[in-house]
């Protein structure tokens, strides 16, 4: 097999520039972990610089012609190529509760899928580097005030330090996109855990930015809040106005008014 056809219903561009592959694959600092998880290799462009590094490369993909593909040109990954959906695949089947980063070129169509699976490992993931389409590498990354920030902003950012990389042309993939790309980094805070109910917490945040133009006083309605609470001047904002320090504070006060 000389090569593997991208295939449109699976969001396939393949990334040909072998020095975004290298950029990408050195995003990573192994802190923490010994596993690496990448998800959608395709043709293994990133996968060689990976298997390079010290840590063990493990990848996942649903194309059964790249597996095929890599079972064929990468014997180093024989026993650590998993024929699964990402987003269905009970991961720590392979990984037993450890520590690995995930890392990859993800598919445009199921990327921000990939992170919120990803936050629900965040116990196991103190690393996750990857490409997305531009715009929703710079949302996940954005601050509050800007009309990008939203859910994903704010639940990543809860958990992690987001920083953007750099933007990759459309022109370095085959077939290419009709947009750019961009790749950030996301590594774990010491201290990621929330001095509030985490499932509370995202349901405040995912409530909240369904209706982004409202204050917080309308959105958060279905909360069934008390008046007292709805007075806080905190409801006089919207959601975009709020830090992810400031949902944090919130979601404590709507614990503390008895949700």
């Not at 990334?15 to 990408?24: G, P, R």
């Not at 990448?38 to 012609?65: A, F, H, R, S, W």
């Amino acid at each position: 097999m000389d090569k593997v056809k991208a295939k449109k219903h699976l969001g396939q561009h393949f990334l040909k520039d072998e020095s975004i592959a290298s950029q990408i694959a050195e995003s990573l600092n192994g802190n923490g972990y010994n596993d690496v998880l990448e998800i959608g290799p395709g043709m293994g462009v990133l996968t060689k610089y990976l298997l390079d590094k010290p840590y063990n490369t493990y990848v996942i993909e649903i194309d059964k012609e790249s597996v095929e593909y890599l079972n064929a040109n990468y014997p180093k990954l024989h026993g650590r190529i998993i024929s699964e959906d990402f987003l269905k695949y009970n991961i720590n089947s392979v990984f037993e509760g450890k520590q690995f980063a995930i890392i990859g070129n993800f598919p445009y169509n199921i990327s921000t899928q990939i992170v919120f699976r990803a936050l629900e490992f965040r116990n196991q993931i103190p690393e996750f580097a990857g490409m997305f389409q531009k715009e929703v590498a710079e949302r996940i990354c954005e601050k509050k005030g800007s009309k990008a920030y939203g859910i994903l902003s704010v639940l990543a950012q809860a958990f992690y330090d987001a920083e953007y990389l750099f933007t990759v042309s459309e022109h370095v993939f085959d077939p290419p996109p009709k947009v750019k790309s961009g790749v950030l980094r996301l590594r774990r805070k010491d201290n990621y855990t929330l001095p509030c109910g985490e499932k509370l917490f995202f349901t405040v945040v995912k409530t909240a930015f369904q209706q982004r133009r409202k204050t917080l006083r309308n959105s958060l309605k279905t909360l069934n809040l008390s008046d007292n609470l709805r007075e806080d001047t905190i409801f006089d904002l919207r959601p975009e106005q709020l830090s992810v320090e400031q949902f944090i504070a919130l979601t404590q006060k709507i614990e503390a008014d008895g949700i």
